[in-house]
Each structure stands twice: as structure tokens, then as C-alpha cells.
């Protein structure tokens, strides 16, 4: 087994093309000095497929502090993601969006019915654990800052917990229960 050597986390910016992924991605990158990596890019540079993606990228996700930008998220080893982000947009948004985008009829449709159909959302909560994956909206531009700001705060909170070493230190239930009110992430049922 291997040893969690990262000490900056590795986040995963997913959804369906056109809900905002890569303006949150850059933003969060201009923000934190974490790294965007634009799969797509990744794709294209080295002309592979989706089976050779993580040899490419395997070790950048050891090293940590990744911001993995894709429409797709379950092909990432859990042991090397620290939190998912699934990025939702209203259907009438997201129309408008792809449309602008120049997408032919039958593209526009197969997207909307990814958003409608939660596609992402299921595949992002059947690869991880539940508590590492959260949605967040993106209509408007004070919603990305907002989520920007929030997984800022996660992240000095993750940076907090895993100290220099990466180890995670050893907390008491207390300490935990207390950690998850102050967690940015913590969704409160
Ligand atoms: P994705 O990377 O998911 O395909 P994107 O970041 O390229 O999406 O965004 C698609 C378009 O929508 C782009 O013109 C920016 C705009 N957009 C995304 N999120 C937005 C938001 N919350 N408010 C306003 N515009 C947004």
C-alpha cells in the first residue's frame, strides 16, 4: 500500500460541458496557486485515449494539488482525490449556454439530458465516498465566487489537517465533530 505523500489536495471540478467547470478551475487556480489540469488538454497533447489518461497524469496526482477539470470523474483512484465537486446548472442556463457554443440539435439534447438526468452526480457519488462529493450551482457569476471562496476555505482547512508531512493527524470524536460544523464542505441536512 502506499504511503499519502501530497501535502496540497487533488479536486476534481466535474459536470456536464457547458455548467462552468473550467471558469471555476481557473478562477480557483488564480486564487490558491493550485493547478489546473484541463483533461481535455491533456487528451489532445498526447493524442490517447481514456485508458492511457492516467498513466499520464498519475504521477501529478501523487505530487497533489491538482485541479482535474473533465466531464467524466469515476476514472480517478480514489486514494489520490481529496474532494469532488459536481457543478450544476438550471436546464434553461445551460440550454443557452450550449446553444452559444454553436452545439448542432442532437449534442445540445444529449447534454441537457446529462444535467436533467444527474449523470455526473450518480457517477461522481458510486466512485466516492459520499462526504467527498458536493454540488455546487453555477448560474450566476456571484455563485462562482462563492463556491471559489468555499473551496478556498476547504482547502486551508485540508492543508490544516494533513500538516507538512501529509499525515492526518489523529483527532478525537469531539475534535472531528467540531471540524465538520467548521467544515466549508459540511452539508447540513
Ligand atoms: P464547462 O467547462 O463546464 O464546459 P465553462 O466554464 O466553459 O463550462 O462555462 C461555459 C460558459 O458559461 C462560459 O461562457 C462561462 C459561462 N458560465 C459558466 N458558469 C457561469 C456562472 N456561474 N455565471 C455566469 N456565466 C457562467
Not at 78 to 99: A, F, G, H, Q, S
Not at 122 to 140: C, F, K, N, T, W
Not at 149 to 174: A, C, F, M
Request: charged letters at 35%.
Amino acid at each position: 500500500m502506499s504511503t499519502m505523500t501530497r501535502t496540497s489536495p487533488n479536486i476534481i471540478i466535474t459536470g456536464t460541458p457547458g455548467v462552468g467547470k473550467t471558469t471555476h478551475s481557473e478562477t480557483l487556480a488564480q486564487r490558491t496557486g493550485l493547478h489546473h489540469l484541463d483533461i481535455n488538454d491533456v487528451v489532445k497533447k498526447h493524442n490517447i485515449d481514456e485508458d492511457r489518461l492516467l498513466d499520464c497524469i498519475e504521477n501529478d496526482l501523487e505530487d497533489g494539488g491538482q485541479i482535474i477539470d473533465w466531464h467524466a470523474c469515476d476514472l480517478f483512484p480514489p486514494r489520490l482525490i481529496d474532494l469532488v465537486c459536481v457543478v450544476r446548472c438550471e436546464n434553461k442556463v445551460l440550454y443557452d449556454r450550449l446553444k452559444k457554443r454553436g452545439y448542432g440539435e442532437k449534442k445540445l439534447q444529449e447534454n441537457m439530458d446529462c444535467e436533467i438526468m444527474e449523470v455526473l452526480l450518480q457517477e461522481a457519488r458510486e466512485a466516492y465516498d459520499d462526504e467527498m462529493v458536493v454540488e455546487l450551482r453555477s448560474e450566476s457569476t456571484e455563485e462562482i465566487d462563492a463556491n471559489v471562496e468555499r473551496i478556498e476555505q476547504w482547502i486551508k482547512n485540508w492543508k490544516k489537517d494533513h500538516g507538512k508531512e501529509g499525515k492526518k493527524e489523529v483527532q478525537t470524536q469531539s475534535e472531528q465533530d467540531k471540524k465538520d460544523e467548521d467544515d466549508p464542505m459540511f452539508l447540513h441536512g
